[in-house]
């Protein structure tokens, strides 16, 4: 049995949506914009990072998870590693297996090690992604389906080669402009029929594909830069979203979502919310959807 998760239980994730159950988390406490790496630290840099306030929205953010049945595991933060808060990005979980990812930044080299090392002492079940770039903020799991963003962190033959590793899967990759980092600043799955979209962010083929398959909000440039996208879903339509973004927030309301609003103004100064600072791996089944994978 993993040592990571409390006895009885084994990672499991299959989508976005389903009832978040485990999730890992890292506290920012080292974390600052040392090197600009993404547009939104552009706009921050001379503003930085307050730590104790991000320590303190982010721990707000996990007793509110914690409230809601979350069981909440911390990564022990590194010095050297300032953006290690956005545990998403170092991998994802597919199925009972988290894979590691292949950091592309210079400044995020390093946490792989740290990460894999760590998950090697619980007991899990991991693959390690070797040879081309690929991180977890552009890995979108719908089921049986993949959407991988093409960006300057994750490489068309990173994305080939998962294809290969996962052959009853099928893989879509998503170009889209580079500026926006990850694929979840962009597109994010809410159930199994909806999702969130900035339109501006992508070509018409891959916008008319995603706009077919999901009933899609969209989201407009302010709340792109605020990443109205980057929400956190925890099962049961209940949603972390920033209480800046009044659009997204009121769209989800009127859809029947109940809409958790906290505060991590702090941390998005640095490029990521609520999705780029968890890492499920255990989610259960919430809608009795059919885009989870048969067992």
């Known amino acids: 049995m993993s040592l990571l998760l409390k006895r009885g239980k084994t990672m499991s994730v299959n989508n976005e949506f389903d009832t978040l159950k485990s999730v890992i988390v890292c506290s920012p406490l080292f974390m600052e914009i040392s090197e600009v790496i993404n547009e939104t630290q552009k706009h921050f840099i001379d503003e930085n990072i307050n730590k104790e306030v991000a320590v303190e929205q982010h721990n707000t953010f996990v007793k509110t998870m914690e409230q809601h049945g979350v069981e909440v595991i911390s990564l022990p933060a590194v ?3 300032p953006e290690q808060v956005f545990t998403r990005d170092i991998g994802f979980t597919l199925g009972n297996t988290i894979f590691i990812s292949e950091m592309e930044s210079e400044i995020r080299r390093g946490e ?7 998950l090697e002492k619980q007991q899990v079940k991991l693959h390690e992604m070797k040879g081309h770039s690929i991180e977890g903020g552009d890995v979108i799991i719908h089921g049986r389906s993949i ?3 093409i ?4 490489t068309r033959e990173a994305i080939d080669n998962l294809q290969t590793i996962l052959p009853d899967y099928e893989v879509i990759p998503i170009p889209f402009k580079e500026k926006y980092l990850h694929l979840d600043c962009v597109f994010n799955i809410l159930s199994p029929t909806e999702a969130l979209i900035f339109p501006d962010a992508l070509d ?6 995603l706009t077919s398959r999901f009933d899609c909000i969209e989201i407009t440039e302010q709340e792109q830069f605020t990443l109205g996208t980057n929400v956190l879903s925890i099962g049961n339509k209940k949603v972390f979203s920033l209480p800046i973004n009044k659009g997204v927030n009121s769209e989800l309301r009127a859809r029947g979502y109940e809409v958790m609003e ?3 103004s702090e941390i998005i100064k ?3 919310s609520f999705r780029c600072c968890t890492l499920p791996i255990m989610r259960e089944d919430s809608y009795n959807n059919e885009s989870a994978p048969a067992s």
């Open 270 to 272: 640095s490029g990521g």
């Open 79 to 81: 010095r050297n590693f």
């Open 204 to 209: 018409r083929k891959e916008y008319r594909m």
């Open 262 to 264: 906290v505060d991590i």
């Open 147 to 149: 959407y991988v963003g």
């Open 151 to 154: 960006s300057h962190r994750t």
């Open 112 to 118: 792989e090690e740290v990460f894999k090392a760590w």
